[in-house]
């Protein structure tokens, strides 16, 4: 490796480490619940940009408690409405617990 790749290479490693302690100025500002819920370990997030790339793992998709009685929420105001009501949505009585946290086959697109 020449003199140029070599200092391309760490000039590109420099402005990678900036970005990301910028990034890690932003998610320590925001609450943990928060946190988790944009898919972020709080855990990995306070030990600083070398816990990098804070991330919760793609099998823990455990949604956080705040998330949770949201969900739980909506459910019960849609469990309220009557069948006339929920057709009007597109939503069957017995879609409902499904439909909340992945919305509406075909029409909304929720991502996880």
Same mark, same amino acid.
């Given at each position: 490796?020449?003199?140029?790749?070599? =200092?391309?290479?760490?000039?590109?490693?420099?402005? !990678?480490? @900036?970005?990301?302690a910028?990034?890690?100025?932003?998610?320590?500002?925001?609450?943990?619940?928060?946190?988790?819920? =944009?898919?972020? @370990?709080p855990?990995?997030?306070?030990?600083?940009?070398?816990?990098?790339?804070?991330?919760?793992?793609?099998?823990? #998709?455990?949604? $956080?408690? $705040?998330?949770?009685?949201?969900?739980? !929420?909506? !459910?019960?105001?849609?469990? @309220?409405?009557?069948?006339? !009501?929920?057709?009007?949505?597109s939503?069957?009585?017995?879609?409902?617990?499904?439909?909340?946290? #992945?919305?509406?086959?075909?029409?909304?697109?929720? @991502?996880?």
């Amino acid at each position: 490796m020449d003199w140029y790749q070599r =200092f391309t290479k760490s000039l590109f490693n420099a402005f !990678e480490r @900036a970005g990301r302690a910028r990034v890690l100025t932003v998610l320590r500002g925001m609450d943990p619940d928060t946190l988790r819920d =944009f898919g972020y @370990a709080p855990e990995l997030v306070s030990r600083g940009v070398s816990a990098w790339p804070w991330r919760i793992e793609a099998t823990d #998709h455990t949604p $956080s408690p $705040s998330v949770k009685a949201k969900l739980l !929420e909506a !459910e019960t105001k849609l469990g @309220a409405y009557s069948d006339t !009501e929920l057709a009007d949505l597109s939503i069957g009585r017995d879609a409902i617990a499904d439909v909340m946290p #992945h919305g509406r086959p075909g029409i909304d697109n929720i @991502a996880a």
